[in-house]
């Protein structure tokens, strides 16, 4: 089955410093999904990519569709603490079901 | 605006007794539902996913079920729960149609077993 490897999958760093996070994956996928969860919260969409090469922008966030579509990046500018939480990166192939990233986790020190 | 409800929030259960978690989405008709699994704090496990009254796929053999009876209701449920079970439960919808689509998820539900 379809499966995806992101990373890294935990990060610790300074507040005002930039992240990046990215998901790979073993096929070809037409949609790639970002979203953040919050502790006892259900994750929430971040930004949603449909096509290859796609650049997007959310805020302080930018997620690109990789090129090749078999990966995808996320970006975090400026880090603030609120920005604290598991990221989750999800891709979608042929089916109806999605398939999840094992998350990363962002702590962020003031 | 589409929303999706998912309770209790909080549910501490014995071993062996039954379980009933419930989910609603609001605003959008013959939605795609899905109940996830995630154990600390990290992976979704996808558990079911139906796409319409009655239409219900398994993902994983386990001591839980899962029914829609309306259109915008789904139904998580076990006769007897194991410790195992303990964890939290994820509501999710998604509008039908192939490539794109993308879910959206209810707040969570946890669950002890005890």
């Known amino acids: 089955g379809q499966q995806l490897n992101q990373s890294p999958q935990s990060m610790f760093i300074q507040e005002g410093e930039d992240v990046s996070m990215n998901c790979t994956s073993s096929?070809?996928?037409?949609?790639w999904l970002w979203y953040k969860q919050e502790p006892g919260e259900g994750p929430v969409l971040l930004i949603a990519?449909?096509?290859?090469?796609e650049l997007t922008s959310n805020g302080r966030l930018t997620a690109q569709f990789g090129i090749t579509r078999k990966d995808s990046f996320l970006n975090i500018s400026a880090s603030i603490p609120s920005d604290v939480g598991i990221y989750f990166c999800a891709g979608q192939g042929g089916s109806e079901k999605l398939v999840f990233g094992k998350g990363t986790k962002l702590t962020v020190n003031p | 605006s589409q929303t999706i409800h998912q309770w209790p929030a909080t549910l501490v259960q014995p071993v062996g007794s039954p379980l009933s978690l419930e989910c609603t989405v609001e605003?959008?008709?013959?939605?795609?539902l899905y109940w996830y699994r995630q154990a600390a704090g990290r992976g979704l496990q996808l558990l079911f996913y139906s796409v319409g009254i009655g239409q219900i796929s398994s993902e994983v053999p386990q001591n839980l079920s899962a029914s829609r009876p309306q259109d915008r209701q789904f139904i998580l449920s076990s006769k007897k729960l194991l410790l195992s079970d303990s964890g939290f439960y994820l509501c999710?919808?998604?509008?039908?149609?192939?490539?794109?689509?993308?879910?959206?998820f209810g707040e969570g539900s946890w669950l002890t077993v005890v």
């Open positions: 999710a919808w998604s509008v039908g149609g192939g490539a794109g689509n993308t879910i959206y």
């Open positions: 096929s070809i996928f037409n949609t």
């Open positions: 605003g959008t008709s013959n939605p795609n």
């Open positions: 990519l449909y096509k290859a090469g």
